[in-house]
Structure formats: structure tokens, C-alpha cells
């Protein structure tokens, strides 16, 4: 079992930026794949980025296109923590956001693939 708890979010003007963290604990999850997802209200769960284990100490990081060049994931397997770093935030960008984490998911970019989930934190962009 994994447990995942998320921290960061909160109120930020357009352009601000915030850094969100997905502790782990329960199990070191340095070879687990590790997404981050938004959910908006009435709108369905999507993907914002993966930080994906390849082999060894080697990630992979994909983004989804509405934030590329914006958001950076990344992690500290020391502290057991993947971050999202988001920065030049824009009102578009206020969501729920998730980490999820699982050891091999058929579609990095699919919530059903991702075992583990945190609770959420809430991230609000004003204009």
C-alpha cells in the first residue's frame, strides 16, 4: 500500500506561481510512475503531467499540452516526494489537483491507470 499525500495549493493571482508536493509513505515509491491530474468543477479528471521511472535513477517527465513550458515535475526520492512547480498561472489553470501513483500504468495519461490517489489540493488562479 501507498498512501500519497498532496500539499502547496491555494490562492495565487494569474502569472503567480505555486509549488505542489505528493509525499509518499507506506512503501518507497522511487520505481512507481508518479501523475499529477486537475479536476475543475463540473469537468472530468485530466492529465497534467507524469514523472515516469524508466530504469535505475533514470524519469521521464510528460506534460500535457495546456501546460508545457509552465509546469515542471520532478522528485526527491530521498524525501519520497514528487513537486509540481507552477509557474505563469492562469485562471484556467483553478482545479483540484491530484497526484496518483502507480508501478506500471497502461496509459500515463488515464486516471485508471493509477492505483494510488491522494486527496487533493485545492489550487485557485484569480484574475
Known amino acids: 500500500q501507498v498512501q500519497l499525500v498532496e500539499s502547496g495549493g491555494g490562492l495565487v493571482q494569474a502569472g503567480g506561481s505555486l509549488r505542489l508536493s505528493c509525499a509518499a509513505s507506506?512503501?518507497?515509491?522511487?520505481?512507481?510512475?508518479v501523475g499529477w491530474f486537475r479536476q475543475a468543477p463540473g469537468k472530468e479528471r485530466e492529465f497534467v503531467a507524469t514523472?515516469?521511472?524508466?530504469?535505475?535513477?533514470?524519469?521521464?517527465?510528460y506534460y500535457a499540452d495546456s501546460v508545457k513550458g509552465r509546469f515542471t515535475t520532478s522528485r526527491d526520492n530521498a524525501k519520497n516526494t514528487v513537486y509540481l512547480q507552477m509557474n505563469s498561472l492562469k485562471p484556467e489553470d483553478t482545479a483540484v489537483y491530484y497526484c496518483?501513483?502507480?508501478?506500471?500504468?497502461?496509459?500515463?495519461?488515464?486516471?485508471?491507470?493509477?492505483?494510488?490517489w491522494g486527496q487533493g489540493t485545492q489550487v485557485t488562479v484569480s484574475s
Open positions: 507506506g512503501r518507497t515509491f522511487s520505481s512507481y510512475h
Open positions: 514523472n515516469s521511472w524508466s530504469s535505475g535513477s533514470t524519469y521521464y517527465a
Open positions: 496518483a501513483a502507480d508501478r506500471g500504468p497502461s496509459d500515463y495519461k488515464a486516471p485508471y491507470s493509477y492505483v494510488y
